[in-house]
Structures are given as C-alpha cells and as structure tokens.
C-alpha cells in the first residue's frame, strides 16, 4: 500500500505529489489522459480581476484579503500562500525551467502582475512567467517586432501586432517562411519546438531574424523556441539575434505548459513517484469508518484497484474533466460524486452574455472543503476521513473570470499535500 | 460497416475538444507528413465516415500504427485508436485486401508451414535474393525482422514430450501461447512453465488458436472473428470453470481481453467470462506478489538492464508490471525506456511503403538503449515483434521478462534461451 494517490496529472496534482515526496511519502499519480498544462500559457496567474474589480489589480497579493470568504485562497493564511509562490519558483530554477514575477521584484508580497501580450494581441496579467516570456513585459520602452511563420496555425503576427498597437504599445509583424522550421508540410507548436532543439535550425533562424530586427527592438516570437533544450535553445537565438526574445504562448497544445509539465514529471520520477496517464478512475470502495479503502481504473479487462492511505483528488473543474453533466442539468463530480456547490438547474449555470463581465455561475461551483482541504458535507463534516482535494475542483472560484487558475493550484496543491502529511492517515 | 460497438466507440468522438495533445505525442505524426496525426485520421475524419457513407474519406488512417498513445494521453476519453481501426477495415472492405496483408495476417497458418521443416522454411526465407523478391512482389521491406521458425520443434512438441515430469497440484493455471511462442520461440513458454510450476501451479495448455490480432490491425475482420470465436469454444470452459488463462504475448492477451470483443462484437456472457478470466504473465504475477504468494528465492543477476514496456501494455492499462516484478531481483539495474513506440506496431514496420517510418519512429528507443552504455548486453521487453525490432535496432540480443525471472530463480540460462535441469 501506498501513502497517497493523487487522481489527477494537472499542475496542483503534481505539485502535491511533489511536496508529498518531498516528505518522504510514497505516491503515485494516476490520471485519465493529460491535460490541463498542455493547454495552459504556461505562466502563474495568480489574481488580476476579482469580483467586482474595475480593471487589473496590480498587486495580487495586496487583494487576497478581500476575496468572499469561500474563495480558495481564503481557506489559507497570507503567508502559507507567499511561501507556496514562493518555493514554487525556487523549484522551477532547480529544474533549470526558473519563473520569476516581475522585474526588480524580490519580495513577492509587493510584486506586480506582469502584462504580457497573448496570442490575440491582447494584455494579459501574470504574476510568475517563466523566462522566455519576461522579454514581452508590456511594461517595457522598446518596441516589439512580432515575428510569425506563414502556414503555422492560429499565430497571425499582424493580428497581434495591430491590436497591442490599438491600446498603445508599439508593434509591428512580419512572416518568415515556414520552411526555416521544418521540412514538414505541416508541423504543429510541439514539432517546431522540438525542431528548434537543433542548433543548426535555430543558426537560419537567427540570421532571418537578425536581418528583421531593428535597432532597439525586442523580438516576439510563438512559443517554441525549444522543447527538451529549451534554456539553451533561447539563450543561443538571443545570443546570435543581438536583440531580447520573448516567446508568445499559443493555443493549444501549448509548448511551455508542455516544458513545465515534463519538467515536474521527470523530477517526481526522479522522486520515485510514476504518473501514470490512461488510468481513468471508475469506482472506490470506503469502510464503515469513513475511509476510502481503494479507487478502482478502468483496464482492459478487470479494474485496477489502487490502494493508499490517503487520496488527493485534483481532477479539475469542467475543462479538466473534474465534474461532468448531463442535458437535463445534473452536475457530479466524477470519482467520488462528492457533494457540488454547482447549481444543479441549466438555466442557472449561464448568464445571457458568453463574456459576461461577472463570469459565469456554472465555473463558480465545485468540491467545498474545510480548511484542511478535506471535502465536506453541507453540514460541514468530512466526507472522508483520508480524502483531499485541490486545485480547479475546488469551490468558490471563478478562475478563467479571476486569472487565477495556475495561482490556486500551486497554492491548494501544495496546501493539501501539507494537510496530508501531518494528518493521522499518514502517521 | 456499421456495427453495435460503434455505440460504445463511435460517440466518443464528440468528446474531442481538438486540444491536439494526441498529435503532439503521436509517434508517427512526429516522423512523417504520411500521417497527419490521431486527430485529423480519428475523430475529425470520423464525422465524414459515418451514417453509411460508402467511402472513407481520409486513407492516411492506413498510416496509424495502433500504439495508442493517443488514447492514453487523450483527456476526453476519446477512443480514436478504436475509431482508426475500424476505419482501416472499411477500407480493406471498399478496396479490398492486398496479398500481402492477407499473408501477414496469417501468423498462425505461417507458422505451421513453415515449422514443417523448419530448417528449409528459414533458409527460403531469409536467404538476401528471396527477400528482395519478397519485396518486390509482396512489399514486404527487405530489411524489416522477421522472425526465424524453431528448429528444435514448437511449444507444445516439448510440452507434450515432458508429460510424466509436469507438475501436479491443486492451483492451476491455464496457459496461453500464442502462435510467435508456438512456431517461433519455443523458449519463452518453457521459462513461463518453469515459472508457473516453481511457484507451485500445475500448467494446462489447451488447443489454441491465433488470436486474430494480426487480421484485426490489417482489416480482415471477417477471418478473425473465425479465430475468435474458435478461442471462444476453446477456451471459455476454463474461463466459466474459474480457471486464470494467462498469456506471455501482451498483444495476444490484449486481444482476448478487449480487442477482438469489442471490434467483433462479442459481447455474449461466454465472451465477457474470457475477457474476465485472461491475464498477461505478469500481470497474473503481480497479483500473485501483492498476495504474497510469488516466490523470491532469486539468485543475483548483476546487469544493466534497458526495459521497455510495449505498446500493449498501454492499452493494458494496467502499469508497468514487469518493471515492478524484475525490481524484485537483487543486482539488476533497471532502466525504464520511455520511448512511445519501438516502431514495428505488430506487422506495420514489415510493410515496405512504412519500414523507414518504423525505424525513425524506433530511433527514439533504439538511441536510449545506447545511451545507457557499453556494458548494456541485452535488453528486454514483453512483446515479441518489438523484441525482434530492439534487435533490429540496437543490435543487442532481447528478452522476454519472464526468461529474466526464469534465470533469476536458476532456472533458465538467458545467453542459450534453455532451461537448466535441477
């Protein structure tokens, strides 16, 4: 038997299996497919638009205080929250994949979010970016050049260029033939990420771009400068263009929440703990004492029974599988049909407006749980004695609303893990 | 070619959000513009292939290997290695089914030709002239690993030549060898014997045919469905008696588990007690180990050992066993490959127009086992096409787990693939 199971291959799933390890548990992640990081900018947003916000907050970590009382964060002190971020970011330099917040800033209590350009050309607020995209900082003087490559889908640099120039940054485009790439007729983010590995694809491309460039200028490339030598791979083409490098996520999949994925996966691996994907979770079992006794997976024939002292769940909220629904409006949540805040009537999960600058009901909703991260009843009361939960399971957060979905999973992902390694379950 | 279970595949396509996280990891769509990738070929060409239109409407999917790494990294639970296959057999039934396809599907019919007189069916065959008009005519690559009939008889010649020294008791087991253990490698079964009885199991191999494996991944649905329900008949007795049918081939216990079922439709309670009752070897042994009843008595092996999980076990679902069994033995330095796929996909990297794409796609594999040294000797993997691709690739010899584990108890020397007598 085990220590812990985390069900769920997402950002706070791997950060509690990392923080587990790290106290001498044994774990194991199993997850349905992969998800959530593949599509993710790859960047830390913690908060930029509470409720009822005017506009970007500037300091995210000023604001936690005022968020409604069932909001995520809340459930934590300010300071378990900082130290979270906090050893975030030391890890992701362990891994030589380092994110910082923003410029100058060495106390994380005053940091501002960083705006940076999204692939739409808009502002986006982030509070930990990794390294490749500091150099887009909409913050900064110079001017950008965005760089795109004719035939890659869903990258229209004159797009992206003529709308950061509409709310006044100074940005222009150009196109540079897909063939410096890859030889491939076609080739999505992932290919050409891997493709920059060579160090001679990346040699035509610093000559092209170096010919681009003007003086002064900053170069905004999609993000795929490199996959597995991705550190190395943007210090060369920044080395040989003479100029700053700034990637520019893309849609999906999404090349550094791809980078940032691996890289945690490796290192639990080296940690000793296997995340496993293919496994879908199809039944558990609990005794009469209020303990989870196993969680069965789908195979090919009888299920997989896997059996730990402790569960953390963090599958996700609806984008990551975590609940699902039917047409006639009921919402459950998929491994343990835990009690849901979300409304169980249709016509309430939507307002009239997609882009309603409230969000929408249906993505406030999701596991309650106490402030030892355990789900509860209604009335309270754990529904297990040794289950956990984090991440965009999570009740009383709006994230894609807020920008603050990778914010609440390191968070709650390493809170979690800490509730699990001090509890009785374990020792 | 509508069928039943494209009620429990077919409606799986409208879960594809095109997140593109199956191209990303697929494994051919990183080598060749041939296959642009699961989803195009799987739930996007889906949409044009059903309510009876006559023609598929994208003949890339023929390029689909069937390592289903796309269903493993799929977070919708999308079954598009399913949706391919089945594509693939409408457009066997459009266009009908090459020669070559027919004798490559054919494994079990092959072997026994061949182990007639084994000596003169190797020589035909892989003498350099026969095999360049066997690409010429049949378009099988020249170079691709075929294997070589057993010149020292098949499985059940031994099995039946040691019936007084068979050990009796009251756990049983069933054991299931399929046709590459039959006509091919005889060795691999005896080690699964020597293993089974060692840990105090009385062996009963049944008559047995093909999976249909092989017919399924080239379209003949129609002559593995005969193989199938032959198995069924064979078979299912054991499986209603309560009897574990246990397997070395991961791709032949695949297959009758949930392969040939669910493409066949099989779904009578006769097929769900055989699905129920087949295990892969160490899958079974695993089981065994976590009641505490697998024997450990090991002898040290001292070696570095590349291991790499087939493509089966990813559509297993069941983990890694093997790594978690051979972890066991004292002195073994296991290194896991997490390379996607060896590239030979069962008979796809035999076919001339995708061998080159077999070895690109196997580099990933073959350039880990270099990376772990000199010292490295052979390398091992469960599936037995993937064995003969490793060698390929790496020029290292490869082997079974279970002849690991037979060695490991002192019972099976690994360089002469025989049994040692005690």
């Known amino acids: ?427 | 070619m509508f069928t039943e279970s494209w009620l429990s595949v077919g409606p799986t396509l409208d879960e594809c959000i095109k997140c593109n996280i199956c191209t990303s990891y697929c494994p051919v769509a990183a080598v060749t513009d041939l296959f642009p990738g699961p989803k195009y070929a799987g739930p996007q060409a889906q949409r044009f292939r059903e309510n009876g239109q006559p023609h598929s409407p994208d003949h890339s999917v023929d390029y689909c290997s069937g390592c289903r790494v796309c269903n493993e990294v799929c977070p919708s639970g999308v079954k598009i290695a399913e949706l391919n296959a089945r594509a693939r057999a409408q457009i066997a039934a459009d266009q009908g089914i090459p020669l070559r396809n027919r004798v490559l599907g054919r494994n079990e019919l092959l072997g026994k030709v061949g182990s007639i007189a084994p000596s003169l069916a190797n020589f035909s065959l892989h003498n350099p002239v026969s095999r360049v008009v066997a690409e010429k005519v049949m378009g099988i690559a020249r170079e691709a690993p075929l294997p070589r009939w057993s010149t020292d008889g098949t499985f059940v010649d031994w099995w039946n030549s040691r019936e007084d020294q068979r050990l009796q008791s009251d756990k049983k087991v069933v054991y299931f060898h399929g046709c590459a253990t039959m006509y091919y490698e005889p060795f691999i079964g005896r080690a699964a014997v020597a293993v089974f009885e060692h840990n105090g199991y009385e062996v009963i191999v049944p008559p047995q045919n093909c999976c249909g494996l092989p017919m399924l991944s080239n379209g003949e649905f129609k002559a593995a469905e005969k193989l199938y329900d032959n198995n069924l008949r064979k078979l299912g007795p054991y499986a209603g008696d309560g009897f574990d049918i246990v397997g070395t081939s991961t791709s032949c216990t695949l297959t009758l588990k949930e392969e040939a079922p669910e493409l066949l439709d099989r779904h009578g309670e006769d097929a769900l007690a055989l699905k129920m009752a087949v295990w892969d070897i160490f899958e079974w042994l695993r089981e065994l180990h976590e009641a505490g009843e697998l024997r450990t008595d090991f002898e040290r092996i001292d070696m570095v050992l590349p291991y790499h999980a087939p493509c089966q076990y990813r559509a297993h679902r069941v983990g890694k066993p093997a790594m978690e069994i051979l972890s066991l033995i004292p002195g073994i330095d296991l290194r896991e490959s997490e390379a996607r796929c060896c590239g030979i996909a069962g008979t796809y990297g035999y076919k001339v127009e995708k061998y080159q794409i077999s070895m690109e796609v196997g580099e990933e594999l073959f350039s880990f086992v270099r990376e772990q040294g000199d010292e490295v000797e052979i390398t091992a993997c469960d599936s037995e096409t993937c064995r003969w691709q490793l060698e390929h690739g790496t020029d290292l010899p490869s082997r079974h787990p279970i002849e690991i584990l037979a060695a490991a108890y002192g019972l099976y020397d690994l360089e002469s693939r025989t049994l040692i007598a005690r």
Do not use: C
């Open chain 1, 1 to 427: 038997m085990i220590d812990l199971l985390v069900i769920g291959a997402g950002l706070s799933g791997l950060m509690a299996a990392y923080h587990a390890a790290k106290a001498s548990l044994s774990v194991r992640v199993i997850a349905k497919g992969l998800g959530a990081l593949h599509w993710d900018a790859g960047t830390i947003d913690v908060l930029a638009y509470p409720p009822d916000s005017a506009g970007v907050v500037n300091r995210p970590l000023d604001q936690l205080a005022a968020l409604p009382p069932t909001h995520p964060y809340r459930l934590l002190d300010e300071a378990d929250i900082h130290a979270a971020l906090e050893r975030f970011a030391a890890l992701t330099a362990e891994l030589g994949l380092p994110y910082r917040p923003a410029a100058g800033a060495d106390d994380f209590v005053v940091s501002e979010n960083i705006l940076l350009p999204s692939p739409l050309g808009a502002a986006r607020p982030v509070f930990l970016a990794p390294a490749s995209q500091h150099a887009g900082d909409l913050g900064r003087p110079e001017p950008m050049l965005i760089v795109g490559f004719e035939g890659l889908r869903d990258f229209y640099p004159a797009l992206i260029a003529e709308n950061l120039g509409k709310l006044g940054y100074a940005a222009r485009a150009a196109f540079l033939p897909f063939a410096l790439l890859s030889e491939r007729r076609d080739a999505n983010t992932v290919h050409l990420a891997h493709a920059l590995d060579d160090p001679a694809r990346r040699r035509n491309l610093a000559v092209e771009l170096k010919r681009l460039a003007g003086p002064g200028e900053r170069v905004g490339l999609p993000a795929i400068v490199g996959l597995d030598e991705h550190p190395a791979a943007l210090a060369d083409l920044e080395q040989q263009v003479g100029a700053p490098i700034f990637e520019i996520p893309t849609l999906p999949p999404s090349v550094p929440g791809i980078r940032l994925y691996q890289a945690l996966r490796r290192h639990l691996l080296q940690l000793g703990v296997r995340v496993e994907a293919g496994m879908e979770a199809v039944g558990f079992s609990s005794d009469g004492g209020g303990n989870i006794q196993w969680v069965e997976t789908a195979t090919s024939a009888r299920p997989l029974k896997h059996r730990a002292r402790a569960y953390l769940l963090a599958t996700g909220g609806i984008l990551g599988g975590g609940f699902d629904s039917d047409h006639t409006g009921r919402v459950w949540e998929v491994v343990f049909d835990l009690p849901l805040t979300v409304p169980q009537q249709r016509s309430q999960w939507f307002r009239p407006l997609f882009l309603h600058p409230d969000g929408q009901p249906v993505n406030r909703g999701g596991v309650r749980v106490n402030r030892r991260f355990q789900p509860v009843h209604p009335s309270g009361e754990p529904v297990y004695a040794n289950l956990w939960a984090a991440g965009g399971v999570l009740a009383g957060s709006d994230p894609i609303r807020e920008r603050s979905l990778t914010g609440i999973d390191v968070v709650t992902g390493m809170a979690a893990a800490k509730q699990i390694v001090s509890s009785q379950a374990i020792t």
